[in-house]
């Protein structure tokens, strides 16, 4: 008996090794991710088991309202704040399993991350070129390599002109610019962008959009920008809505060309499937419906219908 149970154990464990892993190639890698919050004796859960993938070099906008827990899922990824529970990956960082000494070398070396308050992100005594080598010096970088890293990383902001220049006598979107330079400068895998347009105006918001583009198109840094803006969304070609804690719906934008060879951003919408198969209604279609508390499924050849919970009518008895 002792060796069937063994021989079958051991055939388990082959199978599942042979599974393909949950996001094998994503550079971001969150399956059913959980954060829980103890306040006093009340526990507030901020992430109940998001699922989320990022490919590497991908620009993404993550959007959602005040508590849906998309600040939490920044800290994560950040290396800010440990999970409760499940698995969270970048760059082939396990994010639960790290030792401090590891921790702080993944946001060092492979997190970059830009502010939305402008003086967080920068030094005012420093030079826009002193606040990218700063970064590097921290690093040990040499320092002929670090100020050509530094006006590289400027010009592609394109503040090659203003190298020389404190914060004070920028721009807030040039010193965003320069912010985002800054975050680039250890080369790291993952750029993170916590509302980086929430005080500019629109058409510098457009500009700071265009220099994540090209971060993200020239030097192959994946790109995740959180805002609570869904008008910024609309800058990337893939926005992640959470809810509640969790991936609630994706929105694909991309561009068709028409009958008479215009160009046009077509956006389709797409509800979020999690690994344990759940699934966010959303919320103008579930108030449009009164659907409540639970709904009836039938299963068709090529969709599935949900309707409301109530009594079935007969066509024929009309009852």
């Not at 890293?149 to 004070?168: C, K, N, S």
């Not at 962008?193 to 192959?220: H, K, M, N, Y």
């Amino acid at each position: 008996m002792t060796d069937t149970l063994d021989f079958r154990s051991m055939a388990e464990r082959a199978a599942r090794a042979e599974r393909p892993q949950f996001g094998g190639g994503s550079q971001i890698i969150c399956d059913n991710l959980v954060k829980i919050y103890k306040i006093a004796d009340l526990e507030v859960v901020a992430l109940q088991g998001l699922d989320l993938l990022v490919a590497p070099g991908e620009l993404i906008a993550i959007v959602g309202a005040s508590g849906s827990g998309k600040s939490t899922l920044l800290n994560i990824l950040g290396g800010l704040d440990v999970p409760s529970a499940g698995r969270a990956i970048v760059a082939g960082y396990d994010l639960l399993n790290m030792d401090q000494q590891e921790r702080t070398r993944y946001r060092r070396q492979v997190i970059g991350f830009v502010w939305q308050q402008t003086a967080r992100n920068l030094l005012p005594y420093l030079n826009a070129r002193e606040n990218v080598e700063l970064p590097m010096i921290l690093d040990g970088m040499p320092s002929g390599l670090r100020r050509e890293r530094a006006l590289e990383l400027l010009t592609l902001v394109g503040l090659a002109d203003r190298t020389d220049h404190r914060p004070d006598r920028l721009s807030g979107g040039e010193q965003q610019r320069v912010a985002i330079a800054v975050a680039l400068a250890n080369a790291p895998a993952v750029l993170l962008a916590d509302e980086p347009t929430g005080e500019l105006d629109t058409a510098t918001s457009t500009q700071i959009f265009e220099v994540l583009r090209s971060a993200s198109s020239q030097l192959g840094v994946t790109v995740v920008v959180v805002t609570h803006d869904p008008l910024v969304s609309t800058q990337v070609n893939r926005t992640i809505a959470i809810r509640d804690g969790r991936t609630s719906s994706e929105t694909l934008r991309r561009i068709a060309v028409g009958d008479e060879g215009e160009h046009e951003v077509i956006a389709e919408e797409y509800a979020v499937l999690d690994r344990a198969g759940r699934l966010q209604l959303p919320r103008d279609y579930v108030d449009a419906l009164e659907l409540e508390r639970r709904v009836r499924l039938e299963l068709e050849a090529d969709h599935i219908g949900v309707w409301p919970d109530q009594p079935r009518t007969d066509p024929e008895s009309g009852s």
